[in-house]
């Protein structure tokens, strides 16, 4: 099974047409040449990537999904995803967690609306009790030999001293939820995915401490060192890899051999660090497909032995 995870920064649908790659996403903007070429750059990794299942993040709604998948996907020539998933989530921009799928789902659960006490969990000074743990959204998705835990956490900007309790919070819940759902965790198959926003200098421990090693086995330490970087901020030139694949311990074990790869074929020209190949239309800044790159692995889900 090809499983990946993709930011495709700020896919929304605006009347009958879709808004760039870029954050500022307003009309005033909106440059309707310029968009409508990133987003045939983002469609453009989609095919490369070819996975049976793909969590993406910072998509707008539904609506947003079907017509990227049915204008965009489609005349690129991707096979079709007849599995799309996108659930509100708590974002105020209303940039969501979505998933496409070429396997049918058992169970696709949202946990929107958790608040600490749902899960025992204790709130850090200066957050709201019945504010919700998660920014977006944690989705469970439930496959027939394997669950994924699609998550975009919160990301350290403006201020990475007030995100880090929140995104701190969103990690311990996560991990009360693994806990829950599974007898024994680490005998489990499942995968937690998608953008856990820890920034590159991450203060150690990480916020993301509660479902890091040894709760689960990052996925892209297999990867070089120098060559896990996955996002690349323009404004400050300054690379990062918020993007991630943690597996359980059983299933590392039972993929010894499965490593994410990185794709920045979409990414911009700016992103120096990039020797690898880039799409025709990429341009220093845009055209691009997102400041992120894509992480696509191969997973196998035999029972570890």
Known sequence: MRIATFNVQSLRLRGDRLSGAHDDDTPERADPALDHRDRRLTAQVIRKLDADVLALQEVFDSATLDHFHDQYLIPAKVPPYPHRICLPGNDGRGL????????????????ASLCPADL????????????????????????????????????????????????ALEAAALRALIDARFDDPARAMWLILGDLNDPWDAQAPPATAPVLPPFSVN???????????SYHDAWS???????QILASPALARACPDATPHILRHGMALEASRNLGPHFPDVGRHRPHASDHAALVIDIGTAPAG
């Open 96 to 111: 969501d967690i979505a998933l496409l799928s070429r396997i049918a789902p058992r169970d696709v659960v949202s946990h």
């Open 120 to 167: 025992g969990l204790t709130v850090p000074p200066g957050l709201r009790a019945e504010t919700p743990i998660f920014r977006r959204d944690c989705l469970r998705v439930e496959l027939a030999s394997l669950t994924l835990f699609l998550v975009h956490f919160k990301a350290p900007y403006p201020d990475p001293d007030a995100a880090r309790p929140v995104r």
């Open 219 to 229: 996925l892209m330490d297999r990867v070089p060192q120098n060559a896990r970087w």
């Open 237 to 243: 030139d300054r690379y990062g890899r918020p993007d």
